[in-house]
């Protein structure tokens, strides 16, 4: 009879409605992984970006510093000088070149103040990121576990579940089971069955003629929706 094919799809539909949202989350799993990996991802990127800023600022202050000992030589040897020039000009050209390494120093130790000042906020910085990357990574890494474990567990339940659907389908008239098999793999949402509810079809929720809705309440042939071509009960 129609009545116990169309109650043979609808237990069917309830298995392949169950594969359909298992295996989704199965296929959706890397780029949920991809979303809980992110602000790790983000967090380590702003923990590498501190560390190369402090590497770069050491060496700026290095560089600063040799320069610094550099001027300081030279206003050294320039004063030695002050004591052996013989003319007023030579005297005054030393001063004035004195003038120039002084303010050149001024400016040195400045900038090394500067990165000194810099790099301490960039120390503070990392020792804060350092501490959220770690705390992050052990959440991720439990979400990830989590995650995983799940998905395992729907791997293992969807082996079983298509064993079952097997034997269903097996139970099923041929002829109606290759129309159903022909409407679910043209449906994305996996549905190829639905009932008929206030003379509108569940799937696509567009109302029915009555002679169509008269037909599916007979339950005396397989009855298709007009506008989505999917089993009506």
Known sequence: MVKDEIAKLVALQEMDSLIYEWE???????????????????????????????????????????????LDEEIKKLQGKLHEVKTNKEYKSILAELETLKKKKSKTEEVILS???????????????????????????????????????????????????????????????????????????GVAICRLENGSCNGCRVFVPTYIEEKVKEKKEIVHCENCSRILY
């Open 115 to 189: 990165v000194m000042e810099k790099d301490e906020m960039i120390e503070s910085q990392l020792s804060d990121l350092s501490s959220n990357k770690s705390l992050m990574a052990k959440e991720v890494e439990a979400k990830l576990k989590e995650e995983t474990e799940k998905i395992e567990d729907i791997k293992s339940r969807l082996k079983e579940m298509h064993e079952k659907r097997k034997e269903a389908a097996s139970s099923v008239k041929k002829d109606i089971y290759e129309k159903y098999e022909r409407i679910l793999k043209g449906k994305k949402n």
């Open 24 to 70: 989704e989350e199965i296929n959706n799993f890397p780029s949920r992984k991809n979303e809980l990996e992110k602000p790790l991802s983000e967090a380590v990127g702003k923990n590498d970006s501190a560390k190369k800023e402090h590497k770069q600022l050491q060496l700026q202050k290095k560089e600063n510093e040799l320069e610094l000992e550099g």
